[in-house]
């Protein structure tokens, strides 16, 4: 099975707003997660331009969808969902 991409912003805005913490998600993955997903950090994805108080940084993207105000609850919200 190909594994999810988890692509962590680290520009400015996301890093600040908590997206440095997001890149210890490997560290709380649960073990049955641990060899399905990718974690990556990324340079800015260009949505804190747009940001608003719907969408605000930190963004991650799992696989192509965008998560907003991420946490690393959120995000294994988010891929156990999947
Ligand atoms: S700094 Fe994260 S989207 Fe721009």
Excluded at 18 to 25: K, Q, R, S, V, Y
Excluded at 26 to 49: H, I, N, R, T
């Amino acid at each position: 099975m190909e594994k999810t991409k988890i692509t962590i912003c680290t520009g400015t805005a996301c890093y600040v707003l908590g997206g440095a913490n997001l890149l210890e998600l490997e560290d709380f993955l649960p073990d049955e997660l641990k060899s399905k997903v990718e974690v990556v950090g990324s340079a800015c994805l260009g949505m804190c331009k747009n940001a608003s108080p719907d969408s605000k940084p930190p963004f991650v993207k799992v696989g192509n969808e965008v998560i907003h105000s991420a946490t690393v609850q959120k995000i294994i919200s988010y891929i156990l969902q999947r």
